[in-house]
């Protein structure tokens, strides 16, 4: 394609709820789907474009989400400091059109994912609950932590306690354990009256 007709990479940063984490959002889609690298070794084996982020001394945390990427910073740096060396980092990775998400990834992370799920056993009627649960969580929960550049993920019910898995700006936001007991609690138990607490693991 001749570079000149291609459309040019648009970048701008949003705000999250977490003073650590910052949002840049492109006009191209990255990723179909998410990937959460909280540490190096991880990105090294999936991500060409998480790897590179990492080796500016920075850079913490690297959540890749459709058209945004969700970056996580150390806490002795300034955003002011790092984050047009960021968005020009992104941008012409964009642009040179490298990988940004290795083939396969999605189903390695379910692999892993079913694999700690395994030792979850759930009733019949456990297991309709937890499907009622999921589904909740999916449709209006997700999006809107989307909107603030990370991700939520049901993990476990047990004895009335939902466990859900946090990604992205949500991983270590001081706001998030706030959204976590107003807002998802409340809706669950609302809904789903077997739910008693809502729980969180840092993803």
């Known amino acids: 394609m001749d570079p000149v ?5 648009m970048l701008y940063t949003e705000q999250t709820p977490n003073p650590e ?5 492109t006009n191209r889609m990255l990723y179909k789907g998410t990937a959460d690298f ?6 090294k084996e999936w991500s060409p474009m998480a790897t ?11 959540y890749i989400c459709n058209n945004f990427v969700t970056i996580s910073k150390e806490f002795n740096y300034a955003w002011e400091d790092i984050m047009l060396k960021l968005k020009e980092f992104i941008k012409n990775y964009i642009e040179e059109n490298k990988s940004i998400v290795k083939e396969g990834f999605a189903e390695a992370m379910e692999k892993i994912e079913a694999e700690k799920g395994a030792g979850y ?6 297991a309709e609950l937890v499907k009622r649960i999921k589904e909740l969580i999916d449709t209006y929960v997700k999006p809107a932590v989307e909107m603030d550049g990370g991700n939520i993920e ?3 019910f047990d004895k009335g306690v939902v466990a859900v898995v946090l990604q992205g700006s949500c991983s270590g936001c001081p706001s998030s354990t706030v959204t976590l007991k107003s ?8 809904m789903v009256p077997e739910v008693t607490e ?3 693991e840092m993803g």
């Open 183 to 190: 807002g998802i609690e409340g809706m669950l138990k609302r």
């Open 52 to 62: 590179a982020l990492f080796e500016q001394p920075y850079v913490k945390g690297v």
């Open 121 to 126: 056993q759930y009733t019949e009627e456990e």
């Open 198 to 200: 809502v729980v969180a």
């Open 5 to 9: 007709t291609k459309s040019p990479v």
């Open 38 to 43: 909280r540490e190096e070794d991880l990105a």
């Open 154 to 156: 049901f993990k476990s």
């Open 21 to 25: 984490s910052l949002k840049f959002v």
